[in-house]
């Protein structure tokens, strides 16, 4: 829904328990147990007709007894009575609530419903609590309170919680939040996601799910919160039974878990197999180290345990550095002889504190690795202690390099029990991670590579969009529209191949041919240009045609042509006698030396809606299972992290005497079937099997395509919101000229340097409230790779140059009703109307959107400004948090300037 009333949820002031108990053992009692022995400072109220008090508090016999409303409600009494509850608490004037209550069956609507008219948050049910540690609120009944810190963890399970406490307290990690999610009812992942985004208190999120419930508002959230921290999950059922029956290729292998992995990619989260992957994870992520690459050393008294840790490092596809002459020659003049003289730097069992001190200094300063493992193997020759504190003393928080940044990262492995605890401790109070075994180690330092791999793909910009004409489309529309009419939900191949044809994609020619004679008068007339031909059943009732004998290659004669469609025509007729046959496709046969054949597709995911696939293909497609998943839409960049993520991806890079594939041939491919699903709501399924690629470039031999029908009436709709292309316009503007007015694309960062050289430090000041901006590419990413479900910006592109003149944005608020404008105009084009064709753009935009409030803040002094958005229907009024500023507020709300408490969700139109 939105985070409106988390503030009571996750920073009350005063709490009330319906249901509390004296009964020791029961959930009453130990809620009760934990909010009095918590800290927590606010007031505390219990409720329950039975009792006069409970554990010293207390207790009152109805929430219309309490002598104020609670903030935050928790409520632990049968299914029957939650929704009066919750009505009650409405009334009163709370605002959230966390039910902890299983099995409402029915009652879970009424509980909805009963919550709706205040906009009454609801955490559960079916939920263990909520841990704030940091205030003193352990609404819960788990056996112990979470340590204070800065890790935020959600879940979905309440006995896991308990788990990950006990594991957390003795390691000296601390928590910021720990949310049980349970049913979910209201309170979801994306809503915690999108709060979180905007925590202060924590700086990296843990979380164990085993489903969602709204796919499209989770990504958006989970985007949103992994571009400033690090978002580690584990998500339950990789091997769920069941899989979805489908009628191509790509449906039988887009599993569930498969579509969950491709949406964790895509939101730059970080994904674990385990729960000692995701405690590794957040030992690395919460020390929010700063990585400029993935080499990594290791540093060692035990040669052994150096091994194994480099063993499990090229295991998980690590980069093991490669030691300088420089560092070794400076080893050499403090080492002993017998040290290893390579990576890992094994510095010989007796090692002691300066030895460790002495071989840390070159490898921290060394710039052939980013990031370095230490390692400590008990022995008798030297206290670990003393070594952990040389090496804290180095690489400690405290730490920083010669221009002022966080030094190179430092992870610490002292082995050993006992022995190692003490020093385990000193690391955890100096910043450092700290780890048990080598496995550990490298899977926690694996975790950093993979989160910073993420958010450099979050922030990879794409060479450009793929064109495709309105006469195309209309083509590709004519086509769908004949076979939904006519009540197909398969496309004949000749359609399939006529829209791949149309959205840009190479297609094999294809003669049809009605009968066996007509097959050989096809096949006379292909093989003068080609050496021989294939012949294909044309059945709209058969997907997989080789499974039914109905593929014949490499035919070298029009006699053998014929003859071999009559007899696909005789088996046909014995092994499918209900399947329709209405005729054959004669092919020239295409001949590749070098070729390979992979599989593009399309599927429709229950949870994330369309998903596009890529892998090896051909006949053995489900056999090799070497496929890769994304959701559309998507652009180049992401194209090619698709085919890397294969394992035919080494094939078409090229071996021995094969020259490397055509791989922007694939990319150009992938980017326009993801364009086709994107633009074409009814294509339901969508098989290209082969695509046959090579140097020179890549052709589709075959093709299927599946649209909505009678029995499948809607397609899910997208999880990412699409390039909204509808939106795109040109005008005229005074003075300036021709003007395209279009959403931003990531392609436009390249623009910005340009744009940004034409505003003057006055202009910048009062857009910004700052004389400079940032220009690096990870802040102007992140203003051209927008999320178009929460967030616009029209740009404004001369149509003769083609350079940037001018950027509006709304940035929106999670429930989508309010947003917050920007506008900036080349300093050289002020008072020429550029501005006010940007605003009204954005207006029209924002109204279609059914936004009904917007807001922004201008300098008193920018009375250009000001005067503008009074005569576009702004109110003024005083913004009492930024001094020297107004804030400017448009009201599109129907109802005028009434705003009701709680707005209901806007939908976004997902595609």
């Not at 978002?231 to 579509?259: F, M, N, Q, Y």
């Not at 080598?438 to 590579?449: F, K």
């Not at 340097?753 to 901006?773: E, H, L, Y």
């Not at 948090?881 to 599109?892: C, H, I, M, Q, S």
Request: hydrophobic residues 45%.
């Amino acid at each position: 829904m939105t985070i409106r009333n988390f503030g009571p949820l996750l920073a009350p002031t005063s709490v009330a328990l319906a249901g509390a108990s004296p009964t020791p053992g029961s959930v009453g009692y130990n809620i009760a147990r934990n909010l009095i022995s918590g800290g927590f400072d606010g007031d505390i109220f219990f409720v329950n007709p039975k009792y006069d008090a409970v554990q010293g508090v207390k207790c009152y016999s109805s929430v219309g007894d309490l002598p104020k409303a609670p903030a935050l409600a928790i409520i632990a009494t049968p299914p029957s009575t939650i929704p009066a509850l919750i009505a009650e608490f409405s009334r009163t004037g709370t605002r959230a609530a966390i039910v902890i209550t299983a099995g409402l069956g029915a009652n879970k609507q009424l509980m909805l419903d009963a919550s709706s008219a205040n906009c009454l948050r609801i955490l559960g049910p079916n939920c263990l609590g909520l841990m704030l540690p940091q205030i003193g609120l352990n609404a819960s009944f788990a056996h112990r309170a979470a340590p204070a810190g800065d890790l935020a963890f959600l879940s979905q399970s309440g006995a896991l919680v308990t788990g990950v406490i006990d594991w957390a307290a003795s390691r000296n990690i601390g928590f910021s939040h720990v949310v049980s999610l349970g049913d979910m009812a209201d309170v979801d992942f994306g809503d915690m996601l999108d709060y979180l985004a905007g925590d202060t208190k924590s700086r990296a999120i843990l979380m164990y799910m085993e489903a969602l419930t709204n796919a499209p508002k989770f990504i958006s959230a989970a985007r949103r919160a992994a571009r400033v921290k690090p978002v580690i999950i584990v998500k339950s059922g990789r091997h769920e039974a069941g899989a979805r029956a489908a009628k191509s290729h790509t449906g039988a292998l887009a599993g569930s878990d498969a579509a969950y992995d491709a949406a964790f990619r895509r939101t730059g989260l970080v994904r674990v197999k385990t729960l000692p992957e995701l405690f590794a994870a957040a030992a690395m992520l919460s020390r929010r180290p700063k990585l400029n690459g993935e080499r990594l050393m290791i540093l060692t008294n035990g040669g052994g345990a150096g091994v194994l840790a480099a063993d499990d490092l090229q295991d998980a596809g690590g980069t093991l550095a490669t030691l300088s002459a420089e560092v070794v020659a400076a080893l050499d003049r403090v080492l002993p002889p017998t040290w290893s003289r390579a990576n890992p730097v094994d510095i010989i069992g007796d090692a002691g504190p300066d030895r460790y001190r002495q071989a840390l200094q070159p490898l921290i300063a060394d710039t052939a690795s980013d990031a370095i493992l230490v390692m400590q193997c008990p022995t008798a020759s030297a206290d670990p202690l003393d070594n952990a504190a040389a090496v804290a003393g180095l690489a400690g928080s405290d730490h920083k390099g010669d221009d002022g940044a966080a030094a190179k990262p430092v992870l610490s492995c002292w082995l050993g029990d006992d022995a190692a605890r003490a020093s385990r401790a000193l690391f955890d109070q100096h910043g450092i991670a700290t780890f048990e075994t080598p496995s550990d180690a490298i899977t926690g330092y694996m975790q950093l590579v993979r989160h910073t791999r993420a958010q450099i793909e979050l922030m990879q910009t794409p060479d450009g969009a793929v064109a495709q004409s309105g006469e195309a489309q209309r083509e590709i529309t004519t086509l769908i529209a004949q076979a939904v009419a006519s009540g197909r939900a398969m496309l004949t191949a000749v359609e399939a191949k006529a829209i791949l044809k149309a959205a840009g994609v190479p297609v094999a020619e294809s003669v049809v041919a009605a009968n066996p004679q007509e097959v050989r008068s096809a096949a006379q007339k292909l093989l003068m240009h080609a050496p021989s031909v294939a012949v294909k059943i044309l059945s709209p009732d058969i997907s997989h045609k080789s499974d039914v004998g109905g593929v014949r290659l490499a035919i070298e004669s029009a006699e053998a042509a014929g003859l071999a469609a009559e007899e696909m025509q005789a088996r046909i007729t014995e092994k499918r006698p209900d399947a329709r046959l209405d005729g054959f496709m004669v092919e020239p046969m295409i001949r590749r030396t070098n070729a390979h054949e992979v599989i593009i597709g399309m599927s429709v995911d229950p949870t994330f809606g369309p998903l596009l696939m890529f892998g090896a293909g051909g006949t053995a497609v489900e056999v090799m299972a070497d496929t890769a998943l994304a959701l559309p839409p998507i652009d180049d960049v992401l194209a090619r992290h698709m085919i890397a993520e294969t394992r035919i991806a080494r094939l078409l890079a090229g071996y021995r005497d094969r020259p490397p594939a055509k791989i922007s041939a694939i990319v150009d491919t992938l980017v326009r079937i993801s364009n086709l699903v994107v633009q074409n709501p009814e294509i339901r399924e969508l098989d290209i099997n082969p695509l046959i690629v090579d140097e020179h470039g890549a052709i589709a031999i075959d093709a299927r395509i599946a649209v909505v029908s009678q029995a499948v009436s809607r397609r899910a709709p997208l999880a990412i919101r699409p390039y909204p292309a509808q939106w795109e316009t040109e005008t005229a503007v005074p003075g300036i000229g021709a003007v395209d007015i279009r959403p931003v694309r990531p392609e436009d960062e390249r623009h910005y340097q340009a744009f940004f050289a034409k505003i003057s430090s006055a202009d910048v000041r009062m857009r910004f409230f700052t004389p400079r901006v940032d220009l690096s590419h990870r802040y102007l990413a992140r203003l051209t790779q927008i999320d178009y479900a929460r967030e616009m910006a029209f740009v404004a592109i001369s149509r003769e140059s083609s350079e940037l003149l001018g950027v509006v944005r709304l940035v929106l608020e999670p429930d989508l009703w309010r947003g917050e404008y920007g506008i900036l105009v080349r300093s050289d084009l002020k008072g020429k109307g550029l501005g006010w064709t940007l605003m009204q753009h954005l207006i029209n935009y924002a109204r279609a959107e059914g936004v009904r409030e917007i807001t922004g803040l201008v300098l008193g002094e920018n009375t250009t400004m000001l005067d503008m958005v009074q005569k576009l229907g702004f109110a003024l009024r005083t913004a009492d948090d930024e001094p020297g500023a107004v804030e400017v507020v448009l009201n599109l709300s129907p109802a005028g300037n009434e705003l009701i408490a709680c707005l209901p969700p806007v939908t976004p139109h997902l595609g």
